[in-house]
């Protein structure tokens, strides 16, 4: 179902739960599940109330790292892009320099491509240096890991494939932030909540994780 409340269109879910939820996509859509016995005309209300507020954190989130889809950053960090006509297609990057050698240089697709998979290479790389050094910490064996498009969450860990997923957009925010979904994800290995338990262990593991959660904003 959708409700037209102008400027927005709300796509709305009856779900079995107790209370109202309102989400703002990264694309800026509103998505509303609703319980059963609550009529289309008081969750029109409910968003009719809440108009401000929605609007406000719709801006906060369109103006979020998060939703920088194109940006051409390392970690945070803006880089020099460099195109040499090379005999083989590959790119890779250091100190502030991407250095792309391709086939066919004025071809922007396969720059982009390259670019885009020397990004990624990056990513994993680190990933597995932090992982690796948080699940030493931890006890625990490195579960799998793979990076991916995600639309609301910098990762997240699933008990049941017991699989770390990781948001591709990291790469727009300071390394330290991958480090602490890192560490963050570990964690929920040994506790699946975000209860104190959790915490104390994550402190325990990583104490500047306070400290680093500042940078996503
Ligand atoms: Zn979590």
Redesign the pocket.
Known sequence: MKLQIPPYTVEVTRKKMRSIQLRITLEGDLKMSIPQQISLEEAEEFVRKHLQLITRKREELQNSPLVKKDAQLMFGQPFEVRVIPGETNHAEYADGIMTIYAKAPEDDTITKALMEKCILQMLKERSGMYLRFYAEKLGVEVPDYHFREMKSRW???SLKTKRISLNKRLINLDERCLAYVSA??LC?IRHPN?GEEYHRLLDEIMPENREILKLFR
């Open positions: 990762g997240s860990y963050h994800e929920h975000h």
